[in-house]
């Protein structure tokens, strides 16, 4: 695969574009629609380009077991049963039009992460612009299969992939016809360290895969997007909360509505300053170049008399001779009386003494 964007909602998505900026809205509704309609103006305010959901129910995606490998381990849920939690994290079904709807309404692009085959046929009735495949299922191959017949574009995110799980993961999107595949560089801790997040896999995934490449990132704050941007990556997906004082699954790595407009601003200016690849000056520098060094006269000079180290030296302003021309200057003589501060020129220089002899 060699694709230098997707296209997502008639906009290109890719290295040299403008990053593409997803809000997170996962179980930061609190189980309450108007927190989530909430959060889609939140995210509207922020700046972000479009809002995602993660469309499944409990029972579609585990079991609802009292059972050992059903019990959360090591985490920030540590203790919760899987079932228990994801019945307090889903976004109910009946909820995704109307927030499909308002995400509309205010010019975002609106799509979800399905976690099994009904999730992808729910979504392909409202006629989601793409797909987002999670991290933990990037290994998921009948449901990449799946979403691939769909013949929408697909953002994976690969957190705990291996380079074969990510080769294999685009490898079953291709076989089954997708042709337009985006990559998430994604630590999949919760928070996630900054000490894990190993950006610089951003552009290798991209030179390797040949896709464009993002950052799906839960670590707490905003320089993690940032530096990702400014290693290339063109994507970014931050969850957003509209407040970390109220509990919630999520809440603990979310950002909050000022914080994540502020992660905006901030990768806006990065993708300004990055620019192109330059020699020679601003146009801002401009004005500056008047004050670069040049040969002036420092102490007052008779007609006649030799230009020493002690009477010609390279200082700011920048309005006489070039620098690299004052091994030439040295030893001749002037032509005429120079006053001290006088930028030097080739009027100002005549000969060596033995010329003149």
Known sequence: MNQLSISINGRAVGSGR????????????????????????????????????????????????????FTIHGTI????RLHELYQEASTPWEWHAGLQNAARDRGLDFFSAPFDETAVDFLCTLGVPAFKIASFECVDIPLLRKVARTGKPVIVSTGMATLEEVREAIATLEGEGCREVALLKCVSSYPAPPSDMNLRTIPHMAETFKVPVGLSDHSLGLVGPVAAVALGACIVEKHITLSRAVPGPDSAFSLEPSEFRSMVEAIRTTEVALGSVTYGGSASETKSRALRRSLFVTRDVAEGEEFTEANVRSIRPGDGLHTRHLPEVLGRR????????????????????????
């Open 18 to 69: 403008p990053s593409y900026i997803v809000a997170e809205l996962s179980a930061n509704h609190h189980q309450d629609f108007e927190q989530a309609l909430a959060l889609v103006e939140a995210a509207r305010w922020a700046g972000a380009d479009a809002v995602k959901l993660q469309t499944y129910t409990a029972d579609t995606i585990t079991l609802d077991s009292d059972g050992e490998p």
């Open 77 to 80: 849920w540590d203790g919760r």
């Open 334 to 357: 002037a032509v005429r009386p120079i006053a001290r501060g006088t930028p030097l020129s080739w009027d100002l220089v005549g000969g060596r003494s033995e010329e003149s002899t």
